[in-house]
């Protein structure tokens, strides 16, 4: 079993330019997380998705959107990439459900630098 | 507002003692806490997870403790190696259809 993989590894994006990351996971998880991590700011939630179909926001959505059309993908994207935008971006997917207690399994992380 | 605390400071300690890690939180009512290990470059990786009402849980040379009056969780790492240094994040999660919530993490060192 691969995980959890992110697509691509890193990538160098200019001002106003748009990108997408793909999330995919081979462990049948429900739920799916777009995380960034940025130097003294630990890792902050963008958006998630509780199941196909499903996206909800997290504690800094703004300048992202998500898709979760297949159970196994999970879509971020950045319509106009802005210089705040640089971190590394972190996926991460779970079992799911409420009143569990549910660990999350991360993919590698995708470096993104917008100039 | 809501706050998890982290130790920001690097531990450093030789290899052999126990490293013990501190997680305090405001604001919260968290039923589940977890503890994660996170490389340089590489994605964090679950190690334990503690529930509101365990006092302690044990894995191989790692401990948790979970005090909800105090709010506070402390990580130990017995007999460490160099092997364990890393940084370590706590997360919080209140149950329901809660996310996890991180801490900054604290960064480890474990020299020879």
């Known amino acids: 079993n691969a995980g959890v993989t992110q697509t691509p590894k890193f990538r160098v994006l200019k001002t106003g330019q748009s990108m997408t990351l793909l999330c995919a996971q081979d462990?049948?998880?429900?739920?799916m997380y777009w995380y960034r991590q940025d130097p003294g700011m630990g890792l902050r939630l963008i958006h998630y998705?509780?199941?196909?179909?499903?996206?909800a926001k997290g504690e800094v959505p703004d300048g992202y959107n998500v898709s979760r059309l297949k159970k196994q993908n999970f879509l971020l994207g950045l319509e106009s990439a802005a210089p705040s935008q640089t971190s590394v971006y972190f996926c991460?997917?779970?079992?799911?459900?409420?009143?569990?207690?549910?660990?999350?399994?991360f993919g590698p992380g995708t470096r993104l630098t917008v100039l | 507002s809501q706050k998890i605390e982290q130790n920001s400071e690097a531990l450093n300690i030789q290899e052999g003692k126990t490293a013990t890690l501190t997680c305090n939180y405001t604001?919260?009512?968290?039923?589940?806490l977890q503890w994660y290990r996170q490389d340089p470059g590489r994605g964090p990786v679950f190690l334990l997870l503690?529930?509101?009402?365990?006092k302690e849980k044990r894995k191989e040379r790692l401990k948790v403790t979970f005090d909800t009056t105090l709010k506070q969780s402390l990580f130990h790492i017995t007999a460490s190696q160099p092997a364990d240094s890393a940084t370590y994040l706590c997360?919080?999660?209140?149950?329901?259809?809660?996310?996890?919530?991180f801490g900054k993490g604290t960064m480890l060192l474990v020299s020879p």
């Open positions: 997360a919080l999660d209140e149950g329901g259809y809660s996310t996890l919530t």
């Open positions: 503690i529930r509101e009402n365990e």
């Open positions: 462990m049948n998880h429900e739920y």
């Open positions: 991460a997917s779970s079992y799911g459900g409420t009143g569990v207690a549910d660990t999350q399994y």
């Open positions: 998705s509780v199941g196909e179909g499903t996206t």
């Open positions: 604001n919260y009512s968290p039923a589940y």
